[in-house]
C-alpha cells in the first residue's frame, strides 16, 4: 500500500515538473546549444529514463550550482536550456576581461546574467580598458549592484564615475586600484552611495599631488562606512576628510601613503573615537600619532610594519589605554626602537591579547615571561628575524604558554634542542612553522612529528638569505614569512575540493552528494505542497 502511494506521488511529481518546464521560458542566451543537441537532451528528460536531478525545482538546482566552481557551473550550463538559463539567473558574482572589446557585449552578457550584485572589472595593464560609455552602459543593466572592483581600467574618467554613481546608488563596497580617475570621480561615489561600507583605494593616479590636490569626502557615504584601505597613494592625506568624518569607521589602513600623519591622526581620533583596527604599513608616523591612537579605547587589532619613528614609548601609551588589544603585528625593521619595554607595556595592560607578531624585534626572556603570566589567551605567536630568540627562549615559551595553539619561528638562532623543547610543552599546541633556522635539521623536525603525533611541522631550511623579512599585507595575500593565522575551523568543504574531486559517478550523483549540507527536501517538498494546493 505505502509503495502504491510513494510511486503516485513520484508519478504527480514528474507530472507537475514537465508541465513546468514546458511552459514558455526566456532563451536569451550567450552560448546557445544546437537545436539538434537541444531537442535530443529535452527528449531524454521526458522519457521514462529521467534521473531526479531533472525532478529538482529551479530554487534546488540553483543552491546546488551555488555550490559549484566558477569552471563547473560553466560545464553545468551546457547541458541543457534550462540548467543554462537558471545557472545564469542565479550567478550573483561576476568577473569579466574589462578590456575596450567588452563593450559590444555587455547587453548580452547581462541579459544572461541578471542577477548579478558583486562585479568585478580587470583589464590587462598593457591593453586599452573598457571607458565611461561601457561603464554607464553596465551601471544601466546592474542597478543592483552591491560591489565593484576596478582594476587597471586607465580609460575611465571622473564623467564616468559620476553617472556610474547615479545610476547604482545601493553599492557597498568598492575597491579600486590603477585608475586613472581623480578626486571629482571619487566624490561622485561618496555623494551618491550612501550605503557604502568599505572603500579601498590603490594608486589612484588621477589624484593631484601636493598642496593643489582636491580634498575628497566627506559626502553622504560617510556615515555608512566601516571600512577604509588606503593604498601607494602620492597625496593619501587628501582622504583627510573623508576619514574624519567617517564616525561609524571601524577599521582604518593606510599602506606606503605620503604625508605626515601624525598631524591627522589626532583630528581623526577626535571625531572618530570607536575604531577597532589600524594598520599602518610604511608612513611616516611616530609616538605622537601613536598617542594619539591611545585614544582609542576600543581598538583590537594593531599592526605597525616598518614605521621606524614609533618607538616603546608610543607603544606603551597605546597599550595603557588600549586594555581590549587581541591582536599586535610589529615589524620593528632592525630599528631596534621597540622591544622589552614596549612588550612589557602590553603584556601589563592588555590581558586579552591572543595574538602576537614580532618581526625584527628582540624580545628577551623577561618580556617573554610577562606576556605568558599575563595573557593566558595567547594563542598565536610569531617571531621572525630576532636575534635574541635561541633555544632557551623557546623552551621557556614551551613551558610557560599554555594556551598558544600555533607558533613561527622565521630565522632566529634556533636549534634541534628548541624542537625537543616543544615535544613536552605547550600542550594546546596544533601548528608548529619553522624556516630558514640554521640549527634546525630535518630530523629533528621529524622526531617532533614522531614524538607528538597530532601536531604538524613545517619545515623550510632554505637559507637563502638573499630574501629579506617582510610583513607586509598590502597586497591581501598569504604570507610568506608564516605570520598569517588563518582561524581555527574543524572541518571545512570548500567549492574548490568539490571541484577537483575525479570519481567515476554520473554529474547526478555528484550534484546529489552537494544535497548534504542544504535543506534541498524542504524547498522541494514545500514546492509540491504549493503545487497540490493550486
Not at 607578531?357 to 594563542?379: D, F, Q, R
Amino acid at each position: 500500500m505505502g509503495q502504491s502511494v510513494s510511486a503516485a506521488k513520484l508519478r504527480n511529481r514528474r507530472d507537475w515538473n514537465h508541465r513546468q518546464r514546458s511552459k514558455p521560458k526566456s532563451t536569451a542566451l550567450i552560448c546557445p546549444m544546437q537545436a539538434e543537441e537541444t531537442e535530443e537532451l529535452e527528449r531524454s528528460n521526458t522519457d521514462g529514463s529521467s534521473d531526479f536531478i531533472s525532478d529538482l525545482p529551479d530554487e534546488c538546482l540553483a543552491c546546488i550550482f551555488q555550490s559549484l566552481s566558477p569552471a563547473d557551473r560553466k560545464r553545468c550550463s551546457l547541458v541543457c536550456r534550462r540548467w543554462l538559463l537558471i545557472e545564469g539567473q542565479s550567478r550573483h558574482r561576476l568577473s569579466l576581461n574589462a578590456q575596450s572589446d567588452l563593450q559590444p557585449l555587455i547587453p548580452s552578457i547581462f541579459s544572461r546574467f541578471d542577477a548579478v550584485t558583486k562585479l568585478a572589472l580587470k583589464c590587462d595593464r598593457r591593453s586599452v580598458s573598457i571607458g565611461d560609455e561601457s561603464l554607464v552602459l553596465i551601471s544601466e543593466q546592474c542597478r543592483n549592484l552591491t560591489r565593484l572592483k576596478l582594476r587597471a581600467c586607465r580609460d575611465l574618467t571622473d564623467a564616468g564615475m559620476l553617472a556610474f554613481a547615479k545610476n547604482c546608488k545601493g553599492l557597498k563596497k568598492l575597491s579600486c586600484g590603477s585608475c586613472a580617475f581623480g578626486a571629482k570621480g571619487m566624490n561622485a561615489v561618496l555623494d551618491n552611495c550612501l550605503a557604502l561600507e568599505e572603500l579601498s583605494v590603490k594608486r589612484l593616479r588621477g589624484i593631484t599631488d601636493g598642496a593643489a590636490a582636491e580634498p575628497i569626502g566627506p559626502g553622504v557615504a560617510a556615515a555608512a562606512l566601516k571600512t577604509i584601505c588606503l593604498k601607494e597613494l602620492y597625496n593619501g592625506q587628501c582622504f583627510g576628510p573623508l576619514i574624519i568624518g567617517s564616525k561609524n569607521l571601524k577599521s582604518l589602513k593606510l599602506f606606503r601613503c605620503s604625508g605626515d600623519w601624525d598631524k591627522l591622526f589626532p583630528l581623526i581620533v577626535e571625531r572618530v573615537a570607536g575604531m577597532v583596527e589600524i594598520h599602518m604599513e610604511r608612513i611616516q608616523v611616530s609616538d605622537v600619532g601613536l598617542a594619539a591612537i591611545s585614544n582609542c579605547s576600543n581598538l583590537e587589532i594593531l599592526h605597525l610594519v616598518k614605521t621606524p619613528e614609533c618607538t616603546n614609548a608610543g607603544l606603551g601609551a597605546v597599550a595603557e589605554k588600549c586594555n581590549l588589544l587581541r591582536k599586535l603585528h610589529i615589524d620593528g625593521w632592525k630599528a631596534n626602537r621597540i622591544g622589552d619595554q614596549g612588550l612589557i607595556a602590553v603584556a601589563k595592560s592588555c590581558p586579552n591579547l591572543q595574538e602576537l607578531v614580532l618581526i625584527g624585534v628582540n624580545p628577551t626572556k623577561l618580556s617573554l615571561e610577562m606576556l605568558a603570566s599575563n595573557c593566558p589567551n595567547l594563542e598565536r605567536l610569531a617571531l621572525c628575524g630576532s636575534d635574541t630568540v635561541g633555544d632557551a627562549e623557546i623552551s621557556f615559551i614551551a613551558v610557560k604558554c599554555i594556551a598558544l595553539k600555533k607558533l613561527c619561528i622565521k630565522n632566529c638562532p634556533v636549534s634541534d634542542h628548541g624542537m625537543e623543547a616543544l615535544a613536552s610543552g605547550c600542550p594546546n599546541l596544533v601548528k608548529v612553522k619553522v624556516k630558514k633556522c640554521r640549527g634546525v635539521t630535518s630530523e629533528g623536525a621529524d622526531w617532533l612529528r614522531a614524538t607528538r603525533g597530532s601536531l604538524v611541522v613545517n619545515l623550510d631550511i632554505n637559507l637563502d638569505m638573499g630574501e629579506h623579512l617582510d610583513a607586509s599585507a598590502s597586497d591581501g595575500g598569504a604570507q610568506d614569512n608564516g605570520i598569517e593565522f588563518p582561524p581555527m575551523v574543524g572541518s571545512q568543504i570548500g567549492a574548490s575540493s568539490i571541484a577537483s574531486s575525479s570519481t567515476g559517478r554520473s554529474t547526478s550523483f555528484k550534484l546529489l552528494g552537494l544535497m548534504s549540507g542544504r535543506s534541498f527536501v524542504a524547498c522541494t517538498l514545500r514546492r509540491l505542497a504549493s503545487s497540490s494546493r493550486s
